[in-house]
């Protein structure tokens, strides 16, 4: 129960719907609040079918790349640590999406990469990976971890005028600091598996 707690946690922090909250909102201020809620529920679905293909597939790709527990979970606990630097110090890039004016966002840049990005394909992988016993834990993980991202982003409106933009900034740094601490553990055990081998 306690590692199903810890993988939905760290599925959620990877996620970062606080982080990914000022650019939904960029993207898709020109639509009317009623539209824009049916594009984010299509994008978060869209998002989750992904991420349940990468869940399901994950174990496979592993196993035919030949790569052992203990190097994921090294690997894995250094992606995972990069992916929390940025949330820590993110880049001044201003929310350049890449989406032309005026247009309805559909798979890009929404779905793909803001939620289900590279980031978490590639944890969802390695869990998949480490956890092949526990693949229930880990599609019932990522739905709960999902399903707060996804009420997060469809009450955007709500959080931006509470928290203001320096709130969900400093929400999104906390979140950082934490997946720092699992990454380095994540780290930890895969060394520690890697010389009692």
Not at 34 to 60: D, N, S, T, W
Not at 68 to 74: A, D, K, L, Q, Y
Not at 147 to 172: C, D, H, P, T, Y
Request: glycine letters at 6%.
């Amino acid at each position: 129960m306690s590692e199903m707690i810890s993988v939905t946690v760290l599925l959620f922090l990877i996620m970062d719907p606080l982080g990914n909250l000022p650019i939904f909102m960029s993207v898709l201020k020109h639509l009317e609040p009623k539209r824009q809620r049916i594009i984010i529920i299509r994008e978060m679905l869209i998002a989750l079918l992904f991420m349940l293909v990468f869940l399901f597939a994950g174990e496979h790709i592993l196993s035919f790349l030949s790569l052992r527990t203990e190097m994921v979970s090294i690997s894995g606990g250094i992606i995972l640590f990069l992916i929390a630097i940025k949330m820590i110090f993110p880049a001044q890039e201003g929310n350049c999406t890449g989406q032309p004016m005026g247009e309805e966002p559909f798979l890009v840049p929404l779905a793909i990469p803001l939620v289900a990005g590279p980031s978490i394909l590639a944890a969802i992988m390695l869990l998949s990976h480490q956890y092949p016993e526990k693949i229930n834990y880990l599609v019932l993980s990522l739905l709960i971890a999902w399903l707060l991202s996804f009420v997060i982003l469809i009450m955007s409106n709500i959080f931006l005028r509470l928290l203001g933009s320096k709130g969900v900034s400093a929400l999104e740094r906390i979140m950082g600091l934490l997946l720092v601490m699992i990454a380095t553990q994540m780290f930890l055990d895969g060394v520690r598996a890697y010389l009692c081998a």
